[in-house]
């Protein structure tokens, strides 16, 4: 093996992590034909370097075997060459890792399966003393066999995973096997000290300790049965059961008191003991809660380090980390923990550490982003959470620290400037401290019930709902903040309509009495709104863009250059203003890999997602397009802003200034943007395109799209079809309805029979004709009502004779490009099999044919040439769900 080969075999884990500028590689790999144009188009489109470099790794790379992994190597020392020499300073010889891994393999083969389900669960308390990243519990749970065990295992932890192991057989008593992996040297520890490095650790390290000695000489009363018990009622009447989607898994390894103490600390640190109690009083053992409480409330006694336990020691380093970095975290407001995590993302980056970003953006609340750090990092969690916040440079929030004795402990100045909460904040803080005054009483059963109920009731009045995710793990502090979030000032009348369903009459009364002093004069709460209606100008110039288009699988750009004066884009609708010359060029992207967290943020897309890049001059203003209609329902003005998406993070950017068809935005700084809607529920209305699409297909089928008038989907679908043009609903249509098409033309058939008008990723109705010969409507009515919202007339001009009944099938056109690039071809085997266009006797026979190549030559010259053109048709359609974009190239192809 060539030493550039071996190389990138070695460092594939660290190469996917801290190769960050992906673009110049792929750039040469092309060139030298290691990468084929299509899948360096895939690879740029993703949105991450490690999700770019794990793709590489695992196609381009796999496939050329040596040779490329070599190339890659000579590109590697062309453009990062001290990542090398870095790397090459620390690698471990070939021989030494398989001696460890034997090692290990061996060593653990010694123990018993009841010995290695111990082993597993210590592991989970062991990788903050070395300083090293954890492997989540769910890894660990499948990982029930000790060659999958140390697979894992020395993939995160390579050569340290002899040291962890010495350290869990200690805590299991399993000296003879300490001796025995003593006699390999497996490189330098990292072992650090809370005095050396923490020292605002010590006091929470102690308080941890203590807390756990107690809860395992409480829990020592208990019997194995009521043990069992134990664990049954805090799962299903505490909030423990919440605090995360890997509880059940855990509990279900919980095999002894001290099991249950450990998890129970790590989890919620010096929560635990109330969390005791709470189960000790439901299990009728007052004695243990009376106990408890003396225990906890009288002076703690410390042990020595010798006297604790290393694991006891351990765990209560953990909690306290954990406790440190929430109260930390806790104090920051929604948009200053957005911004935690952009400087997290910044400073990860700069140290080259192992890329956050894709799951940062995952994270819900403080409490999900402190768990992944504490994960990736290990205890370096704390020195990045100090850094980042001194990076932020929030004056508010030092001087809460400076007034905390716990925390991140920092000497600053506070601005004597410092600007007041507004109004609107400081009545938000008390509506959320009104609302957990109210909802205090409600005991566990009764906070289910709330949450049940409520996920009903705004489904009712046409609110968004709570991710039931978030909503079942949420405590009653979090459910109040997300309640707030999304509900904002209408939380105090969605209280009141769950509390009034749950007939808690009482209730209702006191959340009244406790929110009268916040209402205005009109008796609702008074927040300040941030948009206005700007009656909506004709004098602006239309300009018409140049197209240019550098690729099949790539956005065309359009480019546009203006003097002085108020300009508007004849394709997107984008306006701008400027005071001299300027040039620019933007692109349409697709908003559908960030959906997801539009939606974890209670936003809708209310407008095309553009890249803009201003060439030369300035632009002094620039107004969005839109498309929700704001002439009946002014209310919802306030709820408009502008997503900026960028490599560092999100920002949602307010608009002060909304027309009825753009927002504008002064001083524009240019990155991805989009307009968007904070969610209403039922009550929007939007402007829509219905488009109608013919097909190359052997009988006439149309596909008609109900969608926002987003001009970027208009583009993304012509360049995929032939558009059919025609008019479009004049008035506009509510988000979420659901509409019928039909048409007055006898055996035409349409599916589905019913479409949901909504953002996501547009859906269509399939209209099939056999033999059409003649002019026909379509109409398109809401359901349940008659009165059509759209009508049009398809005639025989608009269909010409498909590409398929010209000449040969698409399936006989492509039959060398299909053979060799069709995946997926069991499932395929499944649709055809279930459409019967093959039997069962030809699905086995090629299902049980080696290679994808000479399965698909047996598909195309057996089963599909004898079903004829209508098999064909059925593959065809088939192909187009689950490979379109090879459908769209192959049909480009001349």
């Not at 935690?340 to 910044?346: G, R, Y």
């Not at 969690?381 to 850094?387: C, K, N, P, Q, W």
């Not at 195309?860 to 459908?887: C, H, M, N, W």
Request: with cysteine; net charge negative.
């Amino acid at each position: 093996m060539a030493e550039g080969e071996h190389f990138v075999k070695k460092h594939q884990v660290n190469l996917i992590k801290r190769v960050s500028n992906i673009a110049p590689f792929l750039d040469d790999l092309l060139h030298k034909n290691i990468i084929q144009p299509d899948s360096y188009d895939e690879i740029k489109a993703l949105p991450t370097s490690q999700e770019k470099m794990t793709a590489l790794f695992s196609g381009p790379l796999e496939s050329s075997g040596g040779q490329g992994k070599a190339m890659f190597y000579s590109f590697l020392n062309k453009h990062e060459p001290d990542l090398i020499h870095e790397l090459s300073g620390t690698e471990v010889p070939v021989e030494t890792m398989i001696t460890v891994k034997e090692l290990l393999l061996e060593t653990l083969n010694d123990l018993s399966s009841k010995e290695l389900k111990k082993f597993r669960w210590l592991l989970l308390f062991n990788f903050l003393h070395w300083g090293l990243p954890q492997i989540s519990w769910r890894r660990l749970h499948w990982a029930d066999r000790t060659d999958d065990l140390v697979h894992v295992m020395m993939k995160i932890w390579n050569q340290q995973s002899v040291e962890v192991t010495k350290e869990v057989f200690m805590d299991m008593n399993r000296t003879d096997l300490v001796q025995r992996l003593s006699e390999t040297r497996s490189g330098p520890k990292e072992k650090h000290t809370e005095d050396e490095h923490w020292p605002e650790l010590i006091q929470k390290v102690e308080t941890m300790a203590s807390v756990l000695e107690l809860l395992l000489e409480t829990m020592a009363a208990l019997s194995d049965e009521e043990l069992e018990m134990f664990k049954g009622v805090l799962w299903s009447q505490t909030d423990f059961s919440r605090r995360s989607t890997d509880i059940p898994l855990l509990l279900s390894e919980v095999t002894d008191k001290q099991d249950m103490v450990l998890l129970m600390v790590l989890i919620d640190g010096q929560q635990s003991v109330n969390n005791t109690k709470e189960v000790l009083k439901k299990m009728n053992r007052t004695d243990l809660v009376q106990r408890l409480s003396h225990s906890s409330s009288g002076p703690k006694k410390k042990l020595s380090d010798e006297h604790r336990s290393a694991l006891i020691q351990r765990v209560a380093t953990k909690a306290a980390v954990k406790q440190l970095l929430l109260e930390t975290l806790n104090d920051l407001d929604y948009s200053e923990l957005k911004k935690f995590k952009k400087f997290l993302q910044l400073i990860v980056s700069q140290k080259k550490l192992p890329d956050i970003s894709s799951m940062l953006r995952r994270t819900a609340d403080s409490e999900e982003t402190v768990d992944l750090t504490m994960q990736l990092y290990g205890d370096h969690s704390v020195d990045l959470t100090r850094e980042v916040v001194e990076k932020m440079n929030t004056t508010d929030l030092k001087r809460r620290k400076s007034k905390s004795s716990s925390g991140l402990k920092e000497e600053h100045s506070v601005d004597e400037h410092q600007p007041s909460l507004s109004e609107s904040e400081v009545t938000m803080t008390s509506v959320q401290k009104k609302l957990l005054e109210t909802l205090q009483d409600l005991n566990y059963e009764d906070l289910e019930k709330f949450k049940h109920v409520l996920q009903y009731t705004t489904i009712k009045k046409g609110l968004p709902r709570i991710p039931r995710q978030r909503l079942e793990t949420a405590d009653r502090d979090k459910m109040v903040k997300l309640m707030m979030e999304t509900y904002g000032e209408q939380s105090v009348e969605v209280t009141e309509e769950v509390l009034k369903e749950m007939n808690r009459k009482d209730l209702v009364e006191r959340l009244s009495e406790l929110t009268l002093g916040l209402s205005g004069p009109s008796g609702s709460l008074e927040l300040e709104g941030c948009g206005s209606i700007i009656k909506d100008s004709s004098d602006w110039t239309k300009l018409k863009p140049e197209v240019n288009s550098t690729g099949a699988d790539e956005a065309p750009t359009y480019s546009l250059q203006s003097e002085a004066g108020h300009f508007e884009c004849s394709v997107s609708g984008l306006r701008w203003i400027c005071k001299g010359k300027v040039s620019f060029k933007y692109q349409f992207c697709s908003v559908e890999e960030h959906m997801e967290r539009i939606n974890s943020m209670q936003y809708m897309p209310a407008g095309p997602l553009m890249n803009i890049r201003v060439l030369a001059g300035k632009l002094d203003e620039v107004h969005l397009p839109h498309w929700i209609c704001i002439d009946d329902n002014p209310t919802i003005l306030d709820k408009f802003a502008v997503l900026h998406i960028d490599d560092c993070g999100d920002v949602v950017e307010k608009v002060s200034e909304v027309t009825s068809s753009h927002v504008k935005l002064s001083e524009p700084v240019f990155s991805l943007k989009m307009v968007i809607l904070r969610l209403l529920g039922l009550s929007v209305e939007i402007n829509c395109n219905v488009l109608i699409y013919k097909t190359e297909k052997t009988f006439l089928t149309l596909h008609v799209y109900l969608i926002p008038r987003d001009p970027g989907l208009e583009q993304e679908l012509d360049e995929r079809y032939g558009l059919i043009q025609k008019p479009h609903p004049e008035k506009s249509l509510k988000m979420n309805d659901s509409f019928i098409l039909t048409t007055d033309l006898d055996g035409a058939e349409i599916g589905p029979e019913m479409l949901m008008l909504r953002n996501e990723k547009p859906n269509f109705f399939e209209v099939f004709i056999a033999n059409p010969g003649t002019n026909f409507k379509l109409q398109l009515t809401k359901e349940n009502e008659r009165q059509p919202v759209w009508t049009c007339t398809v005639r025989k001009d608009d269909y010409p004779r498909t590409v398929h009944s010209q000449g040969a099938h698409f399936v006989d056109k492509h039959r060398v490009e299909l053979i060799g690039r069709v995946n997926g071809i069991p499932s395929i085997l499944d649709d055809l099999f279930d459409r019967k266009v093959i039997t069962q006797e030809a699905y086995d026979e090629i299902l049980a044919t080696p290679t994808k190549s000479d399965r698909m030559r047996k598909l195309l010259s057996g089963p599909l040439l004898s079903a004829g053109p209508q098999g064909k048709e059925v593959f065809y359609q088939i192909l187009e769900r689950t490979d379109p974009y090879l459908v769209d190239e192959l049909k480009k192809k001349k």
